[in-house]
């Protein structure tokens, strides 16, 4: 149980304490970009595996105690979210955004907010977190709250975090991008600062979304030992 809590307070902490902060800028003016990059790539690949080894540890230990357990509705549920996060994932990585790592020069082009990014400027992120909140449901063990409590926590957070970097960095062009998209999914639009065009997210990102949804359904026993599907 330490070493998975303290893995999860790495990862989180390496995101939210550094990653978003003025600490990246101090580190990045002292050492450079390209290298302040390439050590947290690593730091970020080092504290995932942590991560990963400390839950498969977790899972058989004899204090791994469930709060709540899975049931034929919260499943139903859980299957319903991930196709939502798959679609928040996959689209939003193929979409040029901004608020991406290295893409700042989305901005510059004649129209940067279209497809997904009139729902969110985050899809990755809130994809993430329907991820975690979904895994979270259905996983009512010590081990899972932290985890997918953990991965939940730093995706909401991580949203903010990068709308402060970014601000800080891009100045009156992201105040402009900010004013026309939303955090939140769909507050844009419900706020009448944007509309939503399926057709700009492009059927082929909906496709590619959908059958890796599929495959990690038909995958999920091999890969992580649980089947997904009933």
Not at 90 to 104: C, F, H, I, K, Y
Not at 167 to 175: M, S, V
Not at 216 to 229: I, S, T
């Amino acid at each position: 149980m330490i070493s998975l809590i303290c893995a999860a307070a790495f990862f989180v902490s390496l995101h939210l304490l550094v990653s978003g902060t003025r600490l990246r800028d101090a580190l990045t003016g002292a050492v450079g970009q390209g290298p302040y990059m390439g050590a947290f790539s690593l730091a970020s690949a080092g504290g995932l595996i942590w991560l990963g080894v400390a839950f498969a540890g977790a899972r058989g230990a004899p204090w791994n105690h469930a709060y709540w357990q899975v049931t034929p509705v919260t499943r139903e549920i859980q299957l319903g979210l991930m196709l939502l996060a798959i679609l928040f994932v996959v689209v939003g990585l193929a979409t040029p955004n901004p608020t991406s790592v290295a893409q700042e020069g989305a901005l510059d082009r004649p129209d940067p907010v279209k497809g997904m990014l009139r729902i969110t400027r985050h899809p990755f992120l809130w994809g993430v977190a329907l991820w975690a909140a979904g895994h979270l449901l259905v996983n009512g063990d010590r081990a899972g709250v932290v985890l997918f409590g953990s991965m939940l926590a730093l995706a909401l957070f991580g949203t903010v975090s990068i709308d402060a970097k970014r601000r800080r960095a891009l100045g009156d062009k992201w105040e402009a991008f900010a004013a026309q998209t939303s955090n939140a999914p769909f507050a844009a639009i419900l706020a009448g600062r944007q509309s939503l065009k399926i057709g700009e997210i492009g059927g082929w990102r909906i496709l590619l979304a959908i059958a890796i949804y599929a495959a990690l359904l038909a995958g999920h026993p091999y890969a992580f030992g649980v089947r997904a599907l009933p």
